[in-house]
């Protein structure tokens, strides 16, 4: 990954010399030369060209940034990369530039004076023997050799690269930064040093309604038993059964029955009826459930007439038990659409405040809750399935600044970065915590949990210095010895070509590419 580039901002009266006594102070480096917005410097290509030279003395790699058209065309002339603006140089490759750094004879300065009027002075001073003496062949061949040699030798220095991957150690932190929130009007900053930061209190009004089921219970004695009973004739004579005629068990203690309907008896001993019956009242419930044949006696004027016999049970008598209300199942009610409320509260207040701020849910509270305008369907006692209860009431809570608390949150996280470390802005979380204390004043505690991943810092350009022709297994020992690297993974080293013993004799040719864990 390329160093970021320094910038060198020029002015519209700087000139050749200007430029290179500041690169001066850049050796090494990538520089971004910026042009002025307005005028200009440096239009000449001479310029450029003395700028370039200097550049490649101090091993420095520039790049131009301007809008002016003469410079760019110059600039592209001599193999130097030129962009509309810094974002671009940030996106987009640099050209290494050309090895030769001449200004052709059109873009010298006129006050140069040209070769044919040196030319009298010149062949004052040639001797007839310079003019006519030849190369030895022998010499030819060595300045070739020499050449060639030297060729060689630049592209050993020149042409390998290496490419280092190493990770950073890096390890994430985690606090919990306790902050007081403060509604007093005084309070408008945040003070990081005491932990408090400014509150808003948040009021809204709330209408609900709930139903329970009823827990209370009542005996109610609600079903009476029916049945039947036939009625023998012991007579020659016809007999009218008249309703509501009373019957009863002989065993134990007698439970009694009334007719529901009249009947006629026909004449003649051993002649039969049935008629429909029902216990009274005061035995009704599962007492008046009796077996076949139980009821054999005939209450009243007809009792020496007529005998009776029920052929089948009785049945249908039921103690009910009934649910009514109690006074828990008010207060559960009430406390349950208390806290339904109360968290319904919390997602209504983000309407009243702004995209910044946060309600701290802990601290809703019911700060008006009239009697009247709290209306149960039951009061104690009453029989009731269900129980529902209409409530209007008002809440309040704290609401913060999520910025102001994470501003907070993270110098207590700075705080505990180690030495030589850095955190990566991109891995920083926050997550509101739990309220732990409101005071009599409304100043609210809680805790805001921040973390983040921290990373050893390293600078690539140190170690491309360090790592010029060092042999990859003194490189890699020198990596892991004197970096602080992540523990397990070893840095990768890449030559180019592979077969060469060491690593570049150039920093600009060692690549060093910084990787974060996933």
């Known amino acids: 990954m390329p160093s970021k580039?320094?910038?060198?901002?020029?002015?519209?009266?700087?000139?050749?010399?200007?430029?290179?006594?500041?690169?001066?102070?850049?050796?090494?480096?990538?520089?971004?030369?910026?042009?002025?917005?307005?005028?200009?410097?440096?239009?000449?290509?001479?310029?450029?060209?003395?700028?370039?030279?200097?550049?490649?003395?101090?091993?420095?790699?520039?790049?131009?940034?301007?809008?002016?058209?003469?410079?760019?065309?110059?600039?592209?002339?001599?193999?130097?990369?030129?962009?509309?603006?810094?974002?671009?140089?940030?996106?987009?490759?640099?050209?290494r530039g050309r090895a030769k750094l001449f200004a052709s004879r059109a873009f010298k300065?006129?006050?140069?004076?040209?070769?044919?009027?040196?030319?009298?002075?010149?062949?004052?001073?040639?001797?007839?023997?310079?003019?006519?003496?030849?190369?030895?062949?022998?010499?030819?061949?060595?300045?070739?050799?020499?050449?060639?040699?030297?060729?060689?030798?630049?592209?050993?220095?020149?042409?390998?690269?290496?490419?280092?991957?190493?990770?950073?150690?890096?390890?994430?932190?985690?606090?919990?930064?306790?902050?007081?929130?403060?509604?007093?009007?005084?309070?408008?900053?945040?003070?990081?040093?005491?932990?408090t930061i400014p509150a808003t209190l948040v009021q809204i009004p709330i209408e609900e309604s709930g139903t329970t089921q009823t827990t209370g219970q009542q005996d109610a004695q609600v079903l009476r038993a029916v049945g039947s009973i036939v009625f023998v004739n012991q007579t020659d004579q016809a007999l009218d059964i008249p309703p509501a005629t009373i019957v009863s068990t002989s065993a134990g203690t007698p439970i009694l029955f009334q007719t529901t309907e009249g009947a006629l008896l026909p004449a003649g001993a051993g002649m039969q009826v049935e008629a429909p019956i029902e216990a009274l009242p005061e035995y009704a419930g599962e007492i008046g459930n009796v077996a076949p044949g139980l009821i054999n006696i005939l209450n009243g004027d007809l009792a020496t007439s007529v005998t009776v016999r029920n052929l089948s049970p009785t049945a249908g008598g039921e103690t009910r038990s009934l649910r009514s209300v109690t006074a828990d199942d008010q207060e559960r009610l009430l406390f349950t659409l208390r806290q339904q409320m109360q968290a319904q509260a919390c997602d209504e207040m983000l309407a009243r405040i702004t995209s910044s701020q946060i309600v701290l849910c802990d601290t809703v509270r019911i700060i008006e809750e009239r009697a009247d305008l709290t209306r149960f369907s039951a009061e104690v006692g009453e029989i009731a399935d269900e129980l529902t209860l209409q409530i209007r009431i008002v809440v309040e809570a704290t609401a913060i600044d999520q910025i102001a608390g994470q501003q907070v949150a993270f110098a207590r996280l700075a705080a505990q970065i180690p030495r030589g470390r850095v955190i990566l802005p991109e891995t920083l979380a926050y997550q509101p915590g739990i309220v732990h204390s409101i005071d009599a004043q409304g100043r609210v505690g809680f805790f805001i949990a921040a973390s983040g991943v921290v990373a050893a810092q390293i600078d690539p350009q140190v170690i491309s210095e360090r790592l010029i022709a060092r042999a990859p297994e003194e490189a890699l020992t020198y990596l892991q010895t004197d970096f602080d690297l992540q523990p397990g993974i070893v840095p990768q080293i890449a030559r180019s070509p592979d077969w060469m013993p060491h690593l570049p004799l150039l920093p600009f040719r060692i690549t060093v590419q910084l990787e974060q864990l996933p």
């Open 5 to 95: 580039p320094d910038y060198l901002q020029l002015e519209s009266d700087d000139d050749a010399a200007a430029v290179r006594d500041r690169l001066t102070f850049l050796r090494g480096r990538r520089v971004l030369i910026v042009w002025p917005e307005t005028g200009t410097a440096l239009n000449r290509k001479l310029d450029l060209v003395l700028v370039q030279r200097e550049a490649a003395r101090l091993a420095i790699r520039v790049a131009f940034v301007t809008h002016d058209p003469l410079v760019t065309q110059n600039a592209r002339d001599l193999g130097i990369s030129v962009f509309e603006t810094v974002g671009e140089s940030e996106r987009k490759r640099w050209k």
């Open 109 to 195: 300065p006129d006050e140069e004076p040209d070769a044919t009027d040196l030319m009298p002075v010149a062949s004052r001073v040639r001797s007839d023997a310079f003019t006519t003496k030849r190369v030895n062949p022998a010499v030819q061949i060595g300045g070739l050799l020499m050449i060639i040699g030297a060729i060689a030798a630049a592209a050993y220095i020149i042409l390998p690269s290496a490419v280092i991957i190493i990770t950073p150690a890096q390890e994430r932190i985690t606090i919990d930064a306790a902050i007081t929130a403060d509604p007093d009007p005084a309070v408008q900053r945040v003070d990081v040093d005491n932990g």
